[in-house]
Every structure is written in structure tokens, then in C-alpha cells.
């Protein structure tokens, strides 16, 4: 079994003692997003092949990785790093922190284990396409030799995400490249900019993937990936997976099945272009909520 902790939320920045505390109970109680039905997730070691741990400050997390260790938990990072204003991404870290922790966490666990993601990309008048090329060559500077792997994706055009997004501070035009509902000419543009950035990474010795994008990579020197990676988990851990895609994400997503312990609308980083949370007010509320004693994460 694989842990995802968390696409609906960020549990390693808001919600690292609720998550230790179930580690060493050795479960915790999940809820359906839909149904809401409840279930409980065996946490033992044995049990888990792997956490993968996606966030934008796993530094709350650093004072436990001997504890995780110890326990015998295997597990690698999918850790986000843009440097967009703050008028797109309220409360993350300042790049500069970002940055930092991120290198402390490579030094600890190696780069193998530190994925980097620059996602999702949507070029609007705030941050245009010269602008996501420079913060991204900055960022592949500053994080080479401490991963081998930055994987990109385009915003899609949920409802919610554009109407977010055009709500922001200063924000005036949106331009979705690679949703469905895109025309060709900004397809191509999609494609022809990952080239352009995987060709940056490249210099920095770090390769470019792309995740969720249903786009025809032949001859380019991009290819999609599984961000929950069967043939990385043998890699990194020597444990066999099965390979079977997870129902339960995007027909164009190869991940592999996994057990997710977030919630959606928890999450406090206050990205205007989030999917897994409407409003920050709502995910505060939420939050006020939670018991890192609970067993499950919103009582």
C-alpha cells in the first residue's frame, strides 16, 4: 500500500504532528470525500511500502525523519517550488526558505528522494511566459546537485481554479495552455515551453517530467511521468508494486493506487489556483478544527 500524504492537502506543513501521532499509533481514520463514509488505514510499517509526502514546507517535518526512519518508513518527496507573487500564492514559504529546506532535506535524504515541481503553469499578465522561464532557470540553479527530477503541469481549467485565479489581485488575463478545452496553436505552446524548460533542467543536471497532460511527447527531450512511481519506488527502496493505474485520479495521471489521508479545503498555503481547496476562509474554519490527537484529521 502507498500513502499519499497528501494531494488534498498540505500535511507535511500544517498537519506534521497529527501525521506522527498516527504513525506511531500505527492507523488513522480516513473520510470519503464524496460519501463520506469512514475507514480506517493500517499505518504499521509492515503494511506500507511507501509515503509520498507532496509539499511546499516540509520543514515541520525535519525534527522527525530520525523517528520515521526508525519505524522503518520509507518515503520520498514531491516538493512544490514556483516563486509566484504573493497575489497567486498567499501564504507559502518565501522562495528563499523554500529553497532552504529543501536543500536540508536532499542533504539528509539524498536528491533521489526530492522531486521537485514546478506546477501548475497558467501564463497570465502577472506572471507571463519570459517570466515562469526566469524563476524557473533561478530555481534549477539554486536547487541542482539536490534533485534529479523537476515534473511541471499546465493548470487545468476547472471552474473554480479560473474563477479564483481571475478574482486575484492584479490579475487581468488567464491563459489555460494545455486543458482540454484549449485550441491547438497554445497546445503547441505548451509543449514547445516544456521543451524549452526541460532544456534549462538539462544544463542543471535535473530531468524534466510531466505530470496529468495528455500531449505527444515523441522526440522531445520531455516525458510524462507517474508522480506515484512504481519503478521509482524499487529504486529507491528495493520494494515491488503493483503497476496498476489508480482509478480514483485524471485519465491522462499514471500514478499508481494509493491511499490518500488528506481532506480537501484544509489547506492554508492560499494558492488562488488550487483545486483541492475553494477558499481559504473555509479551509481557517476547517483547520480551527482539527486535533492532532484525532484519529482522523477534521473531527
Given at each position: 500500500?502507498?500513502?499519499?500524504?497528501?494531494?488534498?492537502?498540505?500535511?507535511?506543513?500544517?498537519?506534521?504532528?497529527?501525521?506522527?501521532?498516527?504513525?506511531?499509533?500505527?492507523?488513522?481514520?480516513?473520510?470519503?470525500?464524496?460519501?463520506?463514509?469512514?475507514?480506517?488505514?493500517?499505518?504499521?510499517?509492515?503494511?506500507?511500502?511507501?509515503?509520498?509526502?507532496?509539499?511546499?514546507?516540509?520543514?515541520?517535518?525535519?525534527?522527525?525523519?530520525d523517528e520515521l526512519d526508525a519505524m522503518g518508513h520509507r518515503y520520498y518527496f514531491q516538493y512544490t517550488i514556483t516563486g509566484l507573487p504573493r497575489a497567486l500564492e498567499r501564504s507559502v514559504p518565501h522562495p528563499l526558505k523554500a529553497i532552504e529546506t529543501f536543500l536540508t532535506l536532499a542533504k539528509r535524504i539524498g536528491p533521489?528522494?526530492?522531486?521537485?515541481?514546478?506546477?501548475?503553469?497558467?501564463?497570465?499578465?502577472?506572471?507571463?511566459?519570459?517570466?515562469?522561464?526566469?524563476?524557473?532557470?533561478?530555481?534549477?540553479?539554486?536547487?541542482?546537485?539536490?534533485?534529479?527530477?523537476?515534473?511541471?503541469?499546465?493548470?487545468?481549467?476547472?471552474?473554480?481554479?479560473?474563477?479564483?485565479?481571475?478574482?486575484?489581485?492584479?490579475?487581468?488575463?488567464?491563459?489555460?495552455?494545455?486543458?482540454?478545452?484549449?485550441?491547438?496553436?497554445?497546445?503547441?505552446?505548451?509543449?514547445?515551453?516544456?521543451?524549452?524548460?526541460?532544456?534549462?533542467?538539462?544544463?542543471?543536471?535535473?530531468?524534466?517530467?510531466?505530470?496529468?497532460?495528455?500531449?505527444?511527447?515523441?522526440?522531445?527531450?520531455?516525458?510524462?511521468?507517474?508522480?506515484?512511481?512504481?519503478?521509482?519506488?524499487?529504486?529507491?527502496?528495493?520494494?515491488?508494486?503493483?503497476?496498476?493505474?489508480?482509478?480514483?485520479?485524471?485519465?491522462?495521471?499514471?500514478?499508481?493506487?494509493?491511499?490518500?489521508?488528506?481532506?480537501?479545503?484544509?489547506?492554508?498555503?492560499?494558492?488562488?489556483?488550487?483545486?483541492?481547496?475553494?477558499?481559504?476562509?473555509?479551509?481557517?474554519?476547517?483547520?480551527?478544527?482539527?486535533?492532532?490527537?484525532?484519529?482522523?484529521?477534521?473531527?
Amino acid at each position: 500500500m502507498i500513502i499519499s500524504a497528501s494531494r488534498r492537502t498540505d500535511l507535511p506543513a500544517f498537519y506534521s504532528q497529527w501525521l506522527m501521532n498516527r504513525l506511531r499509533a500505527g492507523f488513522a481514520i480516513k473520510r470519503n470525500p464524496y460519501s463520506g463514509a469512514e475507514s480506517q488505514v493500517d499505518l504499521r510499517p509492515e503494511a506500507v511500502d511507501a509515503i509520498v509526502f507532496w509539499t511546499r514546507n516540509g520543514k515541520p517535518l525535519l525534527p522527525h525523519l530520525d523517528e520515521l526512519d526508525a519505524m522503518g518508513h520509507r518515503y520520498y518527496f514531491q516538493y512544490t517550488i514556483t516563486g509566484l507573487p504573493r497575489a497567486l500564492e498567499r501564504s507559502v514559504p518565501h522562495p528563499l526558505k523554500a529553497i532552504e529546506t529543501f536543500l536540508t532535506l536532499a542533504k539528509r535524504i539524498g536528491p533521489d528522494r526530492m522531486i521537485w515541481r514546478f506546477d501548475p503553469i497558467a501564463f497570465t499578465n502577472l506572471v507571463d511566459e519570459a517570466e515562469h522561464r526566469r524563476l524557473f532557470q533561478k530555481l534549477a540553479e539554486a536547487l541542482a546537485g539536490s534533485t534529479r527530477r523537476v515534473v511541471i503541469s499546465f493548470a487545468d481549467d476547472y471552474k473554480k481554479t479560473k474563477k479564483n485565479l481571475q478574482a486575484a489581485e492584479g490579475v487581468q488575463t488567464v491563459t489555460f495552455l494545455n486543458d482540454p478545452g484549449a485550441d491547438t496553436a497554445n497546445k503547441e505552446r505548451a509543449k514547445r515551453f516544456a521543451c524549452e524548460l526541460a532544456d534549462i533542467a538539462a544544463g542543471h543536471g535535473i530531468a524534466l517530467e510531466m505530470c496529468a497532460e495528455d500531449m505527444d511527447l515523441t522526440g522531445t527531450n520531455v516525458r510524462n511521468t507517474r508522480c506515484i512511481d512504481p519503478d521509482l519506488i524499487a529504486q529507491l527502496f528495493g520494494t515491488a508494486v503493483s503497476g496498476r493505474k489508480d482509478p480514483g485520479q485524471r485519465k491522462a495521471c499514471g500514478c499508481i493506487k494509493s491511499v490518500d489521508l488528506g481532506e480537501y479545503n484544509t489547506c492554508l498555503h492560499g494558492c488562488v489556483y488550487c483545486y483541492a481547496t475553494d477558499e481559504l476562509a473555509q479551509a481557517k474554519a476547517r483547520y480551527a478544527q482539527h486535533d492532532p490527537a484525532s484519529p482522523i484529521l477534521i473531527p
